[in-house]
């Protein structure tokens, strides 16, 4: 069945690092991919998605590409914030699946000032 | 402002007691979900709807049951027969089957079982 792998955390970055978590999937057909936030005790906020190969995902710094030819959809920001600080999550939305979204285990990112 | 509202946002019982979680939404969405998030640990899915009147099981739904009488609710009964319930409860809805299935998430109810 459809499945997401995100890199394990803790990750942990000075401020202004540069940040990649990475995440890939395994899906038949064409799914959506996405890109989820959740701040301590919140619950989640997308960040940004992509509903096609070669998309670009992008808010808040952030970005991420679909590709296909890789089954990856790597997060990456150029200069991280303390405030960037939370646990993100990777996940995919295919028709094989109801439409249900398959999730990543997450990953956890500390940014120290 | 259009959103998902669950509440409480703490909730204490004692073992054995069943407790039912609120979760409501007013973005017209046609579909809803509950998650439990454990530490550590990712989203396990635990009943879904995407119609009144109808859901379906996660992957966890032993212990737990729902009811989709109105659109905008989907209450989540944790009974006595879940084993583990102490846990970060999540709601979820989207605007149903559609390309992406973006999904919009509550501010969640995290229940200790004492």
């Known amino acids: 069945g459809d499945s997401v792998t995100q890199m394990e955390g803790p990750v942990t970055l000075s401020e202004e690092a540069f940040l990649t978590i990475n995440c890939t999937y395994t899906?038949?057909?064409?799914?959506?991919l996405f890109w989820y936030v959740q701040y301590p005790g919140e619950g989640l906020q997308l960040l940004l998605k992509?509903?096609?190969a070669d998309d670009k995902g992008s808010n808040k710094g952030f970005e991420a590409t679909y590709r296909k030819e890789t089954t990856s959809f790597h997060l990456e920001k150029g200069s991280v914030q303390v405030s960037d600080s939370a646990v993100y999550f990777c996940?995919?939305?295919?028709?094989?699946?109801?439409?249900?979204?398959?999730w990543g285990l997450g990953t956890s990112l500390a940014v120290n000032p | 402002d259009g959103g998902i509202t669950q509440s409480p946002k703490y909730l204490f019982r004692k073992e054995g007691q069943n407790v039912t979680l609120s979760c409501e939404q007013n973005?017209?969405?046609?579909?809803m979900y509950w998650y439990r998030q454990d530490p550590g640990q990712g989203l396990r899915l635990i009943y879904y709807?995407?119609?009144?009147?109808?859901?379906q099981k996660g992957d966890i739904a032993e212990g737990y049951s729902v009811s989709r009488e109105k659109k905008e609710s989907f209450p989540l009964t944790v009974t006595s027969a879940q084993k583990n319930p102490t846990a970060f409860y999540l709601c979820?809805?989207?605007?149903?089957?559609?390309?992406?299935?973006?999904?919009?998430f509550g501010p969640g109810t995290r229940l200790t079982v004492l």
């Open positions: 996940a995919l939305s295919n028709a094989g699946n109801n439409r249900k979204l398959i």
């Open positions: 709807s995407q119609i009144v009147n109808d859901f």
């Open positions: 973005l017209n969405h046609d579909a």
């Open positions: 992509a509903t096609k």
């Open positions: 979820a809805s989207s605007i149903g089957p559609s390309r992406s299935n973006e999904q919009f």
């Open positions: 899906a038949t057909g064409y799914p959506s």
